[in-house]
């Protein structure tokens, strides 16, 4: 069973958002997202400065069995990339909530759907049962 | 795989059991309009005994003479080990074979491969193969785009040396995915790069180096290499795998070397063919691993520890990726890929360095015996490898026409490709020249040039 910290948003894609103070977004994959992978080896990132809309792909995860897009789910300009997974990415897997963040962005605006922590967990219940 | 034969019943029952009526149902979601009866251009199907007929009397017409062609395909000798050993039973399949439990012997030989041209090319992975050395070159510049993430450009600066048809081939794959290919301008004496026409405010996100160049000159490599790199283009060589056995490989061109290298694997024991089945080569940089297309066999340890071989990186591919995949290529040119490595194996580096500069003075001598004769001279100076290029006083057509009705294949017309450069052939002699077939060819050039025959 997969924990959900209360303090983040979720989107349909398994991904995770944190409202920074200074304003950015921290964007990840969750627990159940790595789970579903399993080991990852290998992270594309993102340019810093690119931009990116919502919906579009910004980076990839790969596993020994998939690769998998991380979609951006609000658009906005990479202010930030993770660059300890290149050397890491089982990161993600070990700490999807903290070291295993990947992209931080800062906001323009246009946001997708997007899913409170209770939203997520009904998701969730329904992927199990 | 053991034979599974069926009756029409066993079809009939298997329809059934699908809800399909017929075999072409199952082809229903195809629409109509792009179904086909037959192509423009293309003749009425023979039968077996015509097309037989056919291709003998076309093949004895192309082995007759004696081949002074380059221009992209080399005749080498070929060990007659190499197909003797390709065509066993074991070996004979067009496909790279996936299934690691069933095809150890194969995978290894593949590996092989990869070990070796990795090492001709002075870079760090190859990939299984592609299918030729056009489709390659198209192949890597996909792959600068894919991988050259700062580049915001799609544009592929070409070196004037980089085979012609290697840009239209490029062009017509690449080109619906937004890239642009350009030649940069050449220097009419040397046959190379005018280095004084560069653009520095150009912004490539790649540039195509060929050496030896189309036209048999030597580009200097390492100065453009580090002018494309201070533009932050990646760079793509292409290169004749033979000439790598004795110039410097593409890994060390300039300060951090090529990025990519491809090619045309056919001069590594493949047969002319009259123009194939040959196959391309592509090495890279271990960090664009990930953007390389095509398969690629790694070396493992089983759970006993021992020693083995199974595909690896497959998320770049097809299968796994879907339409994310760099590239639709998967299977492609094998047996040609099992022949190059047997090829190599038997010749050995210094077998092939032997070849290269056997072929380079055999050129040498064909050129002096060629240049002797009034009307002949080099088109351009400095060094070259195994193939150069002559300017005629008079039209190359009727020149090789008149050595053609001497059984002689005298060389590569330029006009086509390069009409500035007048009336000009390019010519080649490998080591399978000898010192008589170059006399032969020097005689009945002298006599066409003498004569009333042009």
Known sequence: MSELPGDLQYTSDHEWLRREDDGTVTIGITDHAQAALGDLVYVELPEVHQDVEAGSDMAVVESVKAASDVYAPISGTVVAVNDALTDDPEAINNDPYGDGWIVRLEPSGDEGDLLSPDAYQALLDDIDS | MPFIPHTDDDTREMLEAIGAKSIDDL????????????????????????????????????????????????????????????????????????????????????????????????????????????????????????????????????????????????????????????????????????????????????????????????????????????????????????????????????????????????????????????????????????????????????????????????????????????????????????????????????????????????????????TSIDGIERLFSGPAFHEVALKLDRPVGAVLEALAARGILGGYDLGADFPDVGDALLVCATETKTEADIDAYVGAMREIFSGSAA
Not at chain 2, 339 to 364: C, E, F, H, K, P
């Open chain 2, 27 to 370: 082809f229903d979601e195809i629409p109509p309009e792009l179904k086909i009866d037959s192509l423009d251009g293309i003749p009425e199907a023979m039968s077996e005994m015509e097309i037989t007929r056919l291709m003998r009397d076309r093949a004895a017409r192309d082995g007759a003479a004696l081949c002074f062609i380059g221009a992209g395909a080399y005749e080498h000798h070929i060990p007659q080990a190499v197909w003797d050993i390709a065509t066993r039973g074991e070996y004979y399949s067009a496909y790279t074979p996936y299934q690691a439990e069933a095809s150890q012997g194969t995978l290894q030989t593949i590996y092989e491969y990869q070990s070796m041209i990795t090492e001709l090319t002075g870079l760090d992975v190859s990939n299984a193969s592609l299918y030729d050395g056009a489709s390659g070159l198209a192949e890597a510049a996909l792959m600068t785009v894919r991988s050259n993430r700062k580049a915001k450009s799609r544009q592929v600066l070409l070196a004037p040396g980089v085979n012609p048809t290697y840009c239209k081939v490029a062009m017509a794959i690449a080109g619906s995915q937004g890239l642009t290919f350009d030649y940069l301008a050449m220097d009419a004496a040397t046959g190379t790069l005018d280095f004084g026409a560069l653009d520095d405010s150009a912004e490539p996100v790649a540039v195509v180096i060929q050496q030896p160049t189309f036209l048999g000159t030597l580009e200097d490599v390492d100065r453009l290499t580090d002018w494309a790199h201070a533009r932050g283009a990646f760079v793509i060589a292409v290169a004749n795998p033979t000439s790598l056995a004795v110039l410097k490989a593409p890994g060390h061109w300039g300060e951090e070397g090529a990025d990519i290298a491809c090619g045309d694997g056919q001069p590594l024991g493949v047969p002319l063919s009259s123009g194939g089945p040959y196959f391309g080569y592509m090495t890279c940089k271990q960090q664009h691993v990930r953007q390389m297309p095509g398969r690629i066999i790694g070396r493992t340890t089983d759970l006993e520890g021992k020693p083995g071989f199974a595909l690896t990186l497959q998320a770049r591919e097809q299968h796994i990726r879907r339409s994310k995949a760099t590239s639709n290529i998967c299977t492609n040119q094998g047996l040609m890929v099992t022949a190059a490595t047997i090829y190599m194996s038997l010749l050995g580096s210094d077998g092939l360095a032997a070849v290269a500069r056997q072929s380079a003075s055999n050129t040498a001598k064909l050129v002096a015996g060629l």
